[in-house]
């Protein structure tokens, strides 16, 4: 969120001037970024969303806004338009702190957003990076281990109340999956939170699937009568995703209007009615018909 934020007010090619709130005090992982100091946003958002340094998330605040508080209002605010009503923001780099809270749901309305930021995309899928933003030039390292894996991102965390947590997309096998794992147990190698996250996809890839249901030129009704049959088929196919454990029939739903609905577990498909082609032709005569039932009576 901070770095979308970030975003709003500013392009990747420009240069800010690095600060901080007065008596800030790095906490948690840093690079250690030199006050007073031109930096590409792109860069900085490098050290924020690859490196995951702490402090790269004060210095994008201080450059959108005059003071933390005024960022934060942003953050929550765009917060309430994502629809993430169970989310509240106390510090824009994540940690623990009172009143500082999402959910698994929040989060994936925020990861959708993160998807159509190309940009944050861009950087997120990155290995590694060169800045010389500490007075040296050094190689800084992306602190997800799954991008050899095809996990092109999005975001690692670790706190001691959220534990670690990871956001990941992956786009391999025609498919794209987000996965989110939150308060997995701190492994010795720190990598319980990559395990889960195979674990989900695994879980995905295996469970969900595009079902065809209906191909090309399937039947799908026949009109009948003493002379013909004619049969009216589909003009299209019909897949759904699906959870594939949950497969049932095709079933008639209504008919309304020249329009026929037919439904398949919670999804509905609607064809619509031609005009027959075939009509009967009934010839007589009036006068005819009634002598004949006269003489009947």
Same mark, same amino acid.
């Not at 050290?47 to 402090?55: C, E, Q």
């Not at 090309?216 to 759904?240: L, M, P």
């Not at 026929?260 to 027959?276: A, G, P, V």
């Given at each position: 969120?901070?770095?979308?934020?970030?975003?709003?007010?500013?392009?990747? %090619?420009?240069?800010?001037?690095?600060?901080y709130?007065?008596?800030y005090?790095?906490?948690?992982?840093?690079a250690?970024?030199?006050?007073?100091?031109?930096?590409?946003?792109?860069?900085?958002?490098?050290?924020?969303?690859? $490196?995951?340094a702490?402090?790269?998330?004060?210095? @994008?605040?201080?450059?959108? @806004?005059?003071?933390?508080d005024?960022?934060?209002?942003?953050?929550?605010?765009?917060?309430?338009?994502?629809g993430?009503?169970?989310?509240?923001?106390?510090?824009? #780099?994540? *940690?623990?702190?009172?009143?500082?809270?999402?959910?698994?749901?929040?989060?994936?309305?925020?990861?959708?957003k993160?998807?159509?930021?190309?940009?944050?995309? @861009?950087?997120?899928?990155?290995?590694?990076?060169?800045?010389?933003?500490?007075?040296?030039?050094k *190689?800084y390292?992306?602190?997800?281990?799954?991008?050899? #894996?095809g $996990?092109?991102?999005?975001?690692?965390?670790?706190?001691d109340?959220?534990?670690?947590?990871?956001i990941?997309?992956?786009?391999? =096998?025609?498919? +794209?999956?987000?996965?989110?794992?939150?308060?997995?147990?701190? #492994?010795?190698?720190?990598?319980?939170?990559?395990?889960?996250?195979?674990?989900?996809?695994?879980?995905?890839?295996?469970?969900?699937?595009?079902?065809?249901i209906?191909?090309?030129?399937?039947?799908?009704?026949?009109?009948? /009568? @003493?002379?013909?049959n004619?049969?009216?088929?589909s003009q +299209?196919?019909?897949?759904?995703?699906?959870?594939? /454990?949950?497969?049932?029939?095709?079933?008639?739903? %209504?008919?309304? %209007?020249?329009?026929?609905?037919?439904?398949?577990?919670?999804?509905?498909?609607?064809?619509?009615?031609?005009?027959?082609?075939?009509?009967?032709?009934? /010839?007589?005569?009036?006068?005819?018909?009634?002598?004949? =039932?006269?003489?009947?009576?």
């Amino acid at each position: 969120m901070t770095a979308l934020v970030l975003l709003d007010y500013y392009n990747f %090619n420009d240069y800010v001037i690095t600060k901080y709130p007065e008596n800030y005090e790095y906490q948690g992982k840093v690079a250690y970024i030199p006050e007073n100091t031109e930096i590409s946003v792109q860069n900085l958002l490098e050290l924020l969303l690859i $490196y995951s340094a702490n402090d790269a998330a004060y210095v @994008s605040a201080l450059t959108v @806004s005059e003071n933390v508080d005024k960022f934060l209002l942003l953050m929550n605010n765009k917060a309430k338009a994502f629809g993430m009503k169970d989310t509240n923001f106390m510090n824009p #780099d994540g *940690i623990d702190q009172e009143n500082h809270y999402t959910t698994l749901n929040d989060l994936l309305k925020l990861s959708l957003k993160i998807m159509d930021k190309k940009e944050i995309i @861009s950087i997120v899928s990155k290995s590694n990076f060169v800045s010389n933003i500490s007075g040296t030039e050094k *190689i800084y390292s992306t602190t997800n281990l799954l991008l050899k #894996d095809g $996990y092109i991102g999005i975001k690692t965390g670790w706190t001691d109340k959220a534990g670690l947590t990871f956001i990941g997309l992956n786009q391999n =096998n025609k498919r +794209e999956i987000l996965t989110i794992v939150n308060k997995s147990k701190v #492994d010795e190698k720190k990598y319980s939170h990559f395990s889960d996250t195979k674990l989900l996809y695994k879980t995905s890839i295996e469970t969900y699937n595009t079902y065809q249901i209906l191909s090309k030129n399937s039947v799908i009704y026949n009109i009948r /009568n @003493s002379n013909t049959n004619e049969i009216v088929r589909s003009q +299209e196919d019909w897949s759904e995703f699906i959870n594939r /454990n949950n497969i049932s029939r095709v079933k008639f739903d %209504n008919y309304i %209007n020249k329009f026929i609905t037919l439904s398949f577990n919670e999804y509905k498909k609607t064809f619509q009615i031609t005009e027959n082609k075939n009509y009967v032709t009934w /010839n007589f005569n009036p006068l005819k018909l009634f002598n004949l =039932n006269a003489n009947q009576n």
